[in-house]
């Protein structure tokens, strides 16, 4: 059962333009979130996380939202460049244990 | 700098071959994880280790084993390789979770079984 879900399989936005990557979760113990980008033949990449005591992180570029009464939380591009095309992977995380729970990815292309 | 190493970048084997993925990480990370990644499924966990000697099953443990003999490495054994195991592995290490913390990945295994 996907407890993490992603329900975008791709994403095209415009050079300069704001990209919005949306993801949801159902359970309810997760406290701690994150996003990653991949390239093909890599690895993923920690890109920017939240607590879920903030409803908000930004680093540069990237800012990450969280709505815990909707188990919603939203990654933010902007300014969109080309070098941003790639998957995105949101993750969980419960209060207890180690595991993360990934959602299914969702590919970003920014169009020059 | 985190780095986790993975063996092979890619890997061909047959079909009832016995297979090693092997992943080795520099930071002294108490927690190591493997994943595959498959298109339109995401990264689903297989197996994971939180200390020497410990492994704890993930998602979808069945045709796969570990090993984790030495806290830096963590190896998994496809124990008969079958053509629906072809996919891209990736490892993965963590510090224990007294904090909030980040995985590190390694580059990713892409194996095909013929």
């Known amino acids: 059962d996907q407890q993490v879900k992603q329900n975008s399989p791709s994403l095209s936005v415009q050079e300069g333009r704001i990209s919005i990557l949306n993801c949801d979760y159902t359970?309810?113990?997760?406290?701690?979130f994150l996003w990653y980008k991949k390239y093909p033949a890599e690895g993923p990449t920690f890109l920017i996380s939240i607590s879920s005591i903030k409803d908000k992180n930004e680093d540069g570029r990237f800012t990450v939202f969280l709505n815990k009464s909707a188990k919603h939380l939203s990654l933010h591009i902007v300014p969109s460049q080309p070098g941003d095309s790639a998957v995105y992977f949101c993750a969980a995380m419960r209060n207890t244990g180690n595991q993360f729970y990934f959602g299914t990815g969702t590919s970003l292309t920014v169009i020059p | 700098d985190v780095k986790v190493t993975q063996s092979s970048r890619y890997l061909v084997k047959r079909t009832g071959e016995k297979v090693f993925l092997e992943c080795v990480q520099d930071m002294d990370h108490e927690n190591m994880f493997w994943y595959r990644q498959d298109p339109g499924l995401g990264l689903r966990l297989i197996y994971f280790s939180y200390d020497v000697k410990m492994k704890e099953k993930g998602d979808i443990p069945e045709g796969y084993s570990v090993s984790r003999e030495k806290k830096e490495r963590f190896s998994l054994i496809l124990e008969s390789a079958s053509t629906n195991q072809t996919s891209m592995y990736l490892c993965?290490?963590?510090?224990?979770?007294?904090?909030?913390?980040?995985?590190?990945f390694g580059p990713g295994t892409r194996l095909l079984v013929l």
């Open positions: 359970n309810s113990m997760f406290d701690y």
């Open positions: 993965a290490s963590s510090i224990q979770r007294d904090i909030q913390e980040t995985q590190y």
